[in-house]
T-cell receptor, first 114, second 114 residues
Framework: GQQLNQSPQSMFIQEGEDVSMNCTSS?????WLWYKQDPGEGPVLLIA?????ELTSNGRLTAQFGITRKDSFLNISASIPSDVGIYFC??????????????FGKGTKLTVNP | NAGVTQTPKFRILKIGQSMTLQCTQD?????MYWYRQDPGMGLKLIYY???????DKGEVPNGYNVSRSTTEDFPLRLELAAPSQTSVYFC?????????????FGNGTRLTVT
């Protein structure tokens, strides 16, 4: 089945540093999504990408939909302590109306030291 | 709007016991989902529903049952709890199933089976 390889698995950084994480797959996706999960809570959508090559920002977060449609990355600039959490990528494949499938990566656990 | 509400937040079961995880949403979403999250493994789809009276299996449905008698509620039933079902369970909902309709997650139910 379809799989997403998300890396790194975990990151330990100092406050103020930039962060980069990515997801790759051997399969093509129509939509890439990035979610953040705070400790003890459910994932919350950060950014959605709908077209190959698309670059989208949400505050200090920037994400890109890879040209090949098989990868995506998420960058966080000038990290702050509240960026702590698990970041998940998710890819949506198939066609609208019944065959769509959403696949999640295994997550990147981010720790920010003040 | 409360969004997606899950109860209970925590539960410990003995092997062979049964329980129902409750999920309700007040956003009038047609689509509802149950995921399980195991450490380092991302989110796996257990069951989903495209509307009241309609349910379908996801990737990992064995050992679980669901029902969807109303638009708002989507309970998940464990009939004979097993240690392999120790996990964090997330309920989610969306307006539709496409990439333009992201998932809204509840805060999860942490289940331990001993």
């Amino acid at each position: 089945g379809q799989q997403l390889n998300q890396s790194p698995q975990s990151m330990f950084i100092q406050e103020g540093e930039d962060v980069s994480m990515n997801c790759t797959s051997s399969s093509i996706f129509n939509t890439w999504l990035w979610y953040k999960q705070d400790p003890g809570e459910g994932p919350v959508l950060l950014i959605a990408l709908y077209k190959a090559g698309e670059l989208t920002s949400n505050g200090r977060l920037t994400a890109q939909f890879g040209i090949t449609r098989k990868d995506s990355f998420l960058n966080i600039s000038a990290s702050i302590p509240s960026d702590v959490g698990i970041y998940f990528c998710a890819g949506l494949s198939g066609t609208q109306g019944g065959s769509e499938k959403l696949v999640f990566g295994k997550g990147t656990k981010l720790t920010v030291n003040p | 709007n409360a969004g997606v509400t899950q109860t209970p937040k925590f539960r410990i079961l003995k092997i062979g016991q049964s329980m129902t995880l409750q999920c309700t949403q007040d956003m009038n979403h047609n689509y509802m989902y149950w995921y399980r999250q195991d450490p380092g493994m991302g989110l796996k789809l257990i069951y989903y529903s495209v509307g009241a009276g309609i349910t379908d299996k996801g990737e990992v449905p064995n050992g679980y049952n669901v029902s969807r008698s109303t638009t708002e509620d989507f309970p998940l039933r464990l009939e004979l709890a097993a240690p392999s079902q120790t996990s964090v369970y997330f309920c989610a909902s969306s307006y539709s199933r496409g990439g333009n309709s992201p998932l809204h997650f509840g805060n999860g139910t942490r289940l331990t089976v001993t």
